[in-house]
């Protein structure tokens, strides 16, 4: 460590505030202090190795986000602090080895026994814990063969980082163009300063021959809290993607704002499934996580399908929306849910279906279950624009609630500007009923296993849309995250 | 096997059973007839450890446990099993899901191994035959949309699964036709074994042409006014439950 960096943090130690000088031209820090201005994104920048034009791009998205300060949405029903953007890192390595917890013996045991109930392998639970790991683990060789094998049908899945370097053109030509830099305040912020993220490109008439996730490449990069991901589905060709894993991961970082774009072209079809279990705060909710998501995909070709499946179940706040707009003719935009909150977590989840093409279609299944001091809010807009012929929408949200405790809302709003489209909403709120556990518990399933059994049941239509090893998962994860909730 | 001694239980604070007695051996079946509104549920669910059925007075000594000291599911694992009246629907649970839980909670709880689903499958099938049970109805959720007769051989197909040491059938040949109610009955009588008791609830007689009962009680007003043997059964379809000097109360 230079002289200069040790005097630096000593200042900034002593004063407690931000060192101003020094540490922007100097690529060798680690981290940068806390804080965000034009210098923390110019340090991002030159740290990743980024052309002119990415850098500029993150300056205009600042610039932006500066103005924005009164916009930072308040219409979600979600209660938090105010966050102090200040306060937070926006850049810092990853962990040395020698802060990372040595085995499982040091790590939290409260986590550990959620990763037995899972059945997660000793290997891989080390991985997700943040244990330092010396041994070459399985998942690299795994991940290389896989690589090949993409490679050879010309499919791109890296990092976004190294996309921005070995293929700039198509970066530059589709990043902001779904979710442009000036969209929202936690997008736009996502824009000035996101780290890392995955990038995929699927060359024409391509069938992805696997689920392409980021699980293969989990102990890869710290993809960090300002994750960035761009997925883009040439003309006829199809891409199924897993996002997130059902453990529960490690995060220092409370403020997470991520940003999905997703583009499929002419007959395309992209499938994206997430399942998010980030920390959701202790019973009294402190310490989660607070999720503020940008998800859209847009179907900008002819056919185009783009459906996404998610199992939200972690994190104190979720504010998350994955969208289509439905640009080409006959294209067709899916949204299956299944938001679950226990104690005091908070979600505000939905989806918009824009369509503009004609004979577009939608299909919204949502199912949100809310149990112990919980709220959980679906929140959805249906907008047919006066072009789209034929434009057809269903929607279904199911809440389930346990207990007398929790809340369920749901916030439809429908926009249809053309007569000839047909717009379908169906609702039903229901509680797990005395007779039903009775039934269960006569049959010697005690009350856990029998709301496991009674919420899964609730939510298997979403659940068969996830694929076959991320279901079974899946339904093991709605079980764990209901525990305590009765009785 | 049962004991139950002075049993006196409210639902929902209404008093309804009034110093309850009643007996059960091994190998037994009894039944229970009585009119509407006499207490023949309550009795069922009180056994089950309903909530909401709470004991005032009086005891009930299962295998010699204090069974009103367990739990529903410690009842249910140590082999009471209750055919429900009205089976609980339960939408987007498949049947065979939701048996395959059941019978592996049962064999977790003794120690044994769970069944995967090959295994399950196969026992499943045996069972099944016999009670003239199509396989679609395993794929549907369960109890949704079934019909009444569907419910009942539904519980029939619970029970052969379960295979409980005293079974509580609840009015299980309530809303049944002639067909549904031999299957019903030849559900009972296949279960008949030296170390099985069950207790059959009815308010007809009808059933009790199929199922001939070791022992037959007529409960009244919350208690057993008179017991006998399978001969009571017929005294009562003569006569009716007015000939015993006894009137349908109005609660149900």
Same mark, same amino acid.
């Given at each position: 460590?230079?002289?200069?960096?040790?005097?630096?943090?000593?200042?900034?130690?002593?004063?407690?505030?931000?060192?101003?000088?020094?540490?922007?031209?100097?690529?060798?820090?680690?981290?940068?202090?806390?804080?965000?201005?034009?210098?923390?994104?110019?340090?991002?920048?030159?740290?990743?190795?980024?052309?002119?034009?990415?850098?500029?791009?993150?300056?205009?998205?600042?610039?932006?986000?500066?103005?924005?300060?009164?916009?930072?949405?308040?219409?979600?029903?979600?209660?938090?602090?105010?966050?102090?953007?200040?306060?937070?890192?926006?850049?810092?390595?990853?962990?040395?080895?020698?802060?990372?917890?040595?085995?499982?013996?040091?790590?939290?045991?409260?986590?550990?026994?959620?990763?037995?109930?899972?059945?997660?392998?000793?290997?891989?639970?080390?991985?997700?814990?943040?244990?330092?790991?010396?041994?070459?683990?399985?998942?690299?060789?795994?991940?290389?063969?896989?690589?090949?094998?993409?490679?050879?049908?010309?499919?791109?899945?890296?990092?976004?980082?190294?996309?921005?370097?070995?293929?700039?053109?198509?970066?530059?030509?589709?990043?902001?163009?779904?979710?442009?830099?000036?969209?929202?305040?936690?997008?736009?912020?996502?824009?000035?300063?996101?780290?890392?993220?995955?990038?995929?490109?699927?060359?024409?008439?391509?069938?992805?021959?696997?689920?392409?996730?980021?699980?293969?490449?989990?102990?890869?990069?710290?993809?960090?809290?300002?994750?960035?991901?761009?997925?883009?589905?040439?003309?006829?060709?199809?891409?199924?993607?897993?996002?997130?894993?059902?453990?529960?991961?490690?995060?220092?970082?409370?403020?997470?704002?991520?940003?999905?774009?997703?583009?499929?072209?002419?007959?395309?079809?992209?499938?994206?499934?997430?399942?998010?279990?980030?920390?959701?705060?202790?019973?009294?909710?402190?310490?989660?996580?607070?999720?503020?998501?940008?998800?859209?995909?847009?179907?900008?070709?002819?056919?185009?399908?783009?459906?996404?499946?998610?199992?939200?179940?972690?994190?104190?706040?979720?504010?998350?929306?994955?969208?289509?707009?439905?640009?080409?003719?006959?294209?067709?935009?899916?949204?299956?849910?299944?938001?679950?909150?226990?104690?005091?977590?908070?979600?505000?989840?939905?989806?918009?279906?824009?369509?503009?093409?004609?004979?577009?279609?939608?299909?919204?299944?949502?199912?949100?279950?809310?149990?112990?001091?919980?709220?959980?809010?679906?929140?959805?807009?249906?907008?047919?624009?006066?072009?789209?012929?034929?434009?057809?929408?269903?929607?279904?949200?199911?809440?389930?609630?346990?207990?007398?405790?929790?809340?369920?809302?749901?916030?439809?709003?429908?926009?249809?500007?053309?007569?000839?489209?047909?717009?379908?909403?169906?609702?039903?709120?229901?509680?797990?009923?005395?007779?039903?556990?009775?039934?269960?518990?006569?049959?010697?399933?005690?009350?856990?296993?029998?709301?496991?059994?009674?919420?899964?049941?609730?939510?298997?239509?979403?659940?068969?849309?996830?694929?076959?090893?991320?279901?079974?998962?899946?339904?093991?994860?709605?079980?764990?995250?209901?525990?305590?909730?009765?009785? | 096997?049962?004991?139950?001694?002075?049993?006196?239980?409210?639902?929902?604070?209404?008093?309804?059973?009034?110093?309850?007695?009643?007996?059960?051996?091994?190998?037994?079946?009894?039944?229970?007839?009585?009119?509407?509104?006499?207490?023949?549920?309550?009795?069922?669910?009180?056994?089950?450890?309903?909530?909401?059925?709470?004991?005032?007075?009086?005891?009930?000594?299962?295998?010699?446990?204090?069974?009103?000291?367990?739990?529903?599911?410690?009842?249910?694992?140590?082999?009471?099993?209750?055919?429900?009246?009205?089976?609980?629907?339960?939408?987007?649970?498949?049947?065979?899901?939701?048996?395959?839980?059941?019978?592996?909670?049962?064999?977790?709880? @003794?120690?044994?191994?769970?069944?995967?689903?090959?295994?399950? &499958?196969? $026992?499943? +099938?045996?069972?099944? =035959?016999? /009670? %003239?049970?199509?396989?679609?109805?395993?794929?549907?959720?369960?109890?949704?949309?079934?019909?009444?007769?569907?419910?009942?051989?539904?519980?029939?197909?619970?029970?052969?699964?379960?295979?409980?040491?005293?079974?509580?059938?609840?009015?299980?040949?309530?809303?049944?036709?002639?067909?549904?109610?031999?299957?019903?009955?030849?559900?009972?009588?296949?279960?008949?074994?030296?170390?099985?008791?069950?207790?059959?609830?009815?308010?007809?007689?009808?059933?009790?042409?199929?199922?001939?009962?070791?022992?037959?009680?007529?409960?009244?007003?919350? @208690?057993?006014?008179?017991?006998?043997?399978?001969?009571?059964? &017929?005294? $009562?379809? +003569?006569?009716?439950? =007015?000939? /015993? %000097?006894?009137?349908?109360?109005?609660?149900?």
């Amino acid at each position: 460590m230079s002289a200069q960096q040790e005097a630096a943090q000593a200042v900034e130690s002593y004063a407690g505030e931000r060192y101003k000088y020094g540490f922007v031209t100097d690529v060798e820090a680690d981290s940068a202090p806390p804080g965000l201005d034009q210098d923390t994104i110019r340090f991002i920048s030159a740290k990743k190795g980024e052309p002119e034009w990415l850098l500029a791009w993150r300056l205009k998205a600042f610039e932006r986000w500066l103005q924005m300060e009164d916009e930072e949405p308040t219409w979600a029903k979600l209660h938090y602090p105010p966050i102090d953007y200040q306060g937070a890192c926006y850049y810092s390595a990853p962990k040395s080895d020698a802060d990372r917890p040595k085995s499982l013996d040091e790590v939290d045991p409260e986590l550990l026994k959620t990763y037995e109930k899972l059945g997660i392998p000793l290997q891989e639970q080390e991985m997700l814990a943040g244990v330092a790991v010396d041994a070459v683990f399985d998942s690299v060789s795994v991940a290389t063969t896989f690589k090949d094998k993409l490679a050879e049908l010309g499919i791109i899945f890296c990092s976004i980082s190294e996309a921005v370097k070995e293929h700039p053109e198509l970066v530059q030509r589709y990043l902001g163009s779904v979710v442009p830099y000036s969209d929202n305040f936690f997008a736009t912020l996502n824009s000035a300063v996101f780290t890392d993220g995955s990038f995929v490109y699927v060359p024409k008439g391509v069938r992805c021959p696997m689920e392409l996730s980021t699980y293969f490449r989990i102990n890869a990069a710290n993809t960090g809290q300002f994750e960035r991901t761009l997925v883009i589905a040439d003309e006829g060709s199809y891409v199924s993607y897993l996002e997130g894993c059902t453990a529960p991961m490690r995060d220092e970082n409370q403020l997470h704002a991520a940003v999905v774009e997703l583009i499929a072209l002419d007959d395309a079809e992209i499938k994206y499934s997430t399942v998010q279990n980030w920390y959701p705060g202790d019973a009294e909710g402190r310490g989660g996580i607070y999720n503020f998501v940008t998800k859209r995909g847009a179907c900008r070709g002819a056919n185009a399908k783009i459906s996404w499946t998610q199992v939200e179940t972690g994190s104190a706040i979720t504010w998350k929306y994955p969208s289509c707009i439905l640009q080409g003719d006959n294209s067709v935009g899916e949204f299956y849910s299944i938001a679950i909150t226990n104690n005091r977590q908070q979600a505000d989840t939905g989806t918009k279906m824009i369509h503009m093409g004609r004979n577009t279609k939608s299909r919204i299944v949502s199912k949100g279950i809310a149990a112990g001091r919980s709220d959980s809010t679906y929140r959805g807009l249906v907008r047919i624009q006066p072009r789209a012929e034929g434009a057809r929408n269903h929607t279904q949200c199911d809440s389930l609630l346990i207990g007398a405790t929790c809340g369920a809302h749901t916030v439809p709003y429908i926009e249809s500007r053309n007569p000839t489209a047909r717009v379908e909403h169906e609702a039903t709120t229901s509680k797990i009923s005395e007779d039903q556990l009775f039934y269960c518990r006569q049959r010697g399933i005690d009350e856990e296993d029998a709301v496991a059994l009674i919420v899964n049941g609730f939510c298997r239509e979403v659940l068969q849309e996830l694929p076959m090893e991320f279901a079974v998962e899946a339904q093991k994860l709605v079980a764990i995250s209901l525990e305590g909730s009765v009785g | 096997m049962l004991t139950i001694e002075n049993l006196h239980a409210t639902a929902d604070g209404k008093p309804i059973l009034n110093g309850l007695d009643l007996q059960v051996n091994a190998g037994e079946v009894h039944a229970v007839m009585g009119p509407n509104g006499s207490g023949k549920s309550t009795l069922s669910y009180v056994i089950a450890g309903r909530e909401g059925y709470e004991v005032t007075q009086g005891s009930i000594a299962y295998q010699g446990q204090d069974l009103l000291a367990m739990s529903v599911e410690e009842r249910a694992l140590s082999g009471v099993f209750l055919a429900f009246q009205y089976p609980v629907e339960i939408p987007g649970v498949g049947s065979a899901t939701f048996f395959k839980t059941a019978v592996n909670a049962a064999r977790k709880h @003794r120690g044994e191994k769970e069944y995967d689903a090959m295994e399950f &499958l196969k $026992l499943i +099938r045996e069972k099944r =035959a016999a /009670l %003239g049970i199509d396989d679609g109805m395993m794929r549907r959720a369960l109890n949704v949309g079934f019909s009444g007769g569907e419910k009942k051989r539904n519980e029939m197909l619970q029970m052969a699964l379960l295979e409980p040491t005293l079974a509580i059938l609840d009015e299980t040949d309530s809303g049944l036709d002639i067909d549904a109610l031999k299957v019903v009955a030849s559900g009972i009588n296949g279960m008949r074994a030296p170390e099985r008791a069950m207790v059959v609830i009815t308010h007809y007689q009808r059933l009790l042409d199929h199922v001939v009962p070791d022992k037959v009680h007529v409960l009244s007003s919350g @208690r057993i006014v008179r017991s006998g043997g399978s001969e009571l059964a &017929l005294e $009562l379809e +003569r006569s009716g439950y =007015a000939g /015993l %000097g006894l009137e349908s109360s109005a609660a149900a």
